[in-house]
């Protein structure tokens, strides 16, 4: 049994609950401390899922004992707190995005590669039995060889439901970097690196009126694009559209397959890519309807797995799969969508990353090393 990895919690907001109870599922992890600016929301944390110690997060830092922060903290704070932490001698897993600009996440993977410490970054979602169903699938060649593909995610936008929905229109939110590191993280594992790529970005509703409570009827002017399109060539020849929208109603797509991947002897209905075990379906030249393909792949996981697997691989010293680079090259190509509508022209990504190691198949849940 691998000695646990001791993790300290910086932020406590709502995602930190779906963390702290799916690290309950690894004894490789060891929740030993939480921080928040709010110390009343680390408190109830604390007691919720029996963390034995509330801090500051200087004092959190300063924890020799601390192996790895755990970065909940809002997207804007992410490359700050990463910063501190791999400066006190910690890796680090944050919440996506790594960063929310290309300079601050080069900043924090350089300072990391300077220490040889590990950053690890959601979504690891890419972990879950659905989306490494369909990377086996696509790698046995279930479908042929993939020539297209699409990846959709479209809706309205937060302002009806969301109890404070004004970042998703700042700057690090909109829907390319609030929801775009689920599906370019997938088509990263799916496909590997990207050879270039065209965007559009704009503006498409910018005044919008909150609906939701407690802020009911207060405007929000939007201030970073809420409608983005853009065509992506892989390099191993892949070549398809992704579109993220807040500004739209009804999609016509699946919304349970918002990703299809269309190959030459075939079409795979690829899972949504922010859920762990979704359906995966396929249908090749001869088939006359669609085939639901058992996972098989370990079921139940959650938040907390690719944090699991970031502590496995530190004791085990193999790399881990939800890595830093991986996050880079997704900031990077978010970050390319508007660069390339401002100019006009085809961005080629200058972010390199290997495509990580699949999951282990037919191992017991939990397995996370082959």
């Not at 501190?84 to 996506?96: I, M, T, W």
Request: aromatic residues 8%; glycine residues 12%; contains cysteine.
């Amino acid at each position: 049994m691998n000695e646990p990895v001791k993790v300290g919690v910086v932020g406590c907001g709502a995602i930190s609950g779906a963390y702290l109870d799916g690290a309950r599922q690894f004894p490789i992890l060891r929740i030993i401390s939480c921080a928040d600016l709010d110390r009343a929301a680390a408190e109830r944390k604390a007691r919720e899922f029996g963390v034995p110690r509330v801090c500051s997060v200087d004092e959190l830092l300063r924890e020799d004992s601390i192996d790895i922060v755990l970065n909940l903290t809002v997207p804007r704070a992410h490359a700050e707190i990463g910063l501190r932490a791999v400066g006190a001698g910690k890796h680090v897993y944050s919440e996506k995005p790594l960063a929310v600009t290309r300079d601050e996440g080069r900043r924090l993977i350089d300072a990391a590669a300077a220490r040889g410490l590990r950053l690890g970054c959601a979504p690891d979602t890419v972990l879950g039995a659905g989306l490494q169903t369909a990377r086996k699938l696509l790698d046995g060649g279930a479908i042929g060889r993939p020539v297209a593909f699409t990846a959709f995610m479209m809706n309205r936008g937060h302002e009806t439901w969301h109890p404070s929905p004004q970042f998703y229109y700042e700057p690090g939110g909109g829907p390319m970097f609030d929801m775009g590191p689920y599906y370019l993280t997938a088509l990263f594992h799916l496909f590997g690196p990207i050879r270039r790529l065209g965007g559009m970005a704009t503006i498409a509703v910018p005044d919008r009126i909150i609906t939701s409570q407690p802020r009911a009827g207060a405007k929000i002017r939007v201030q970073t694009p809420d409608h983005v399109c853009g065509t992506i060539e892989f390099e191993g020849g892949p070549v398809g559209t992704i579109v993220q929208s807040f500004a739209t109603h009804h999609p016509t797509y699946e919304q349970s397959h918002p990703v299809t991947v269309y190959g030459t002897e075939g079409t795979m209905k690829v899972p949504d890519p922010n859920t762990f075990d979704g359906p995966v379906y396929v249908r090749t030249a001869r088939d006359a309807d669609w085939t639901k393909v058992p996972h098989s792949f370990a079921t139940g996981y959650g938040r907390s797995v690719g944090l699991a697997d970031l502590a496995h691989a530190i004791r085990s010293g193999r790399p881990h799969r939800t890595s830093g680079d991986v996050a880079f090259a997704v900031l990077d190509t978010m970050q390319g969508f508007f660069d390339s509508s401002d100019t006009g022209r085809d961005f080629c990504p200058t972010a390199t990353f290997r495509r990580p190691a699949p999951m282990p198949a037919d191992l017991p849940f939990g397995v996370l090393d082959d």
